[in-house]
């Protein structure tokens, strides 16, 4: 059974910077890509970042240019670099997998919540 632990999340200034870790474990994690979302209170949960086991990554356009998501495959683990933090970034962050074959369930982390104070 996958299993996805969230790290990282706290009370930041506006500007200021906070890194995401999500570990893996329980599968093989290079058939995964490996995706961060959020959600807001009364929003509907968005896609942050996306990347594939080659490390090709795709961006929401709100947080292109400041947030950066990679991966070590080495420690199961993706990190989600966020930058120039903007309070409309506050939200809960969840860590999803997805099985390249899409025969498999995703899995969600339990979330890590991000605040931005201005």
């Given at each position: ?65 400041r ?8 420690k ?22 997805e ?20």
């Open positions: 059974q996958v299993q996805l632990v969230e790290s990282g999340g706290g009370l930041v200034e506006a500007g200021g910077s906070l890194r995401l870790s999500c570990r893996f474990s329980g599968g093989l994690f290079a058939r995964y890509a490996m995706s961060w979302h959020r959600q807001a209170p009364g929003v509907q949960r968005e896609l942050v970042a996306i990347i594939t086991p080659g490390s090709s990554t795709n961006y929401a356009d709100s947080v292109k240019g947030f950066t998501l990679s991966r070590d495959n080495y199961s683990t993706v990190y989600l670099q966020m930058n120039s933090l903007k309070r409309e970034d506050s939200a809960v962050y969840y860590c999803k997998a099985h390249l074959s899409r025969k498999r369930p995703d899995y969600w982390g339990q979330g890590t919540q991000v605040t931005v104070s201005s």
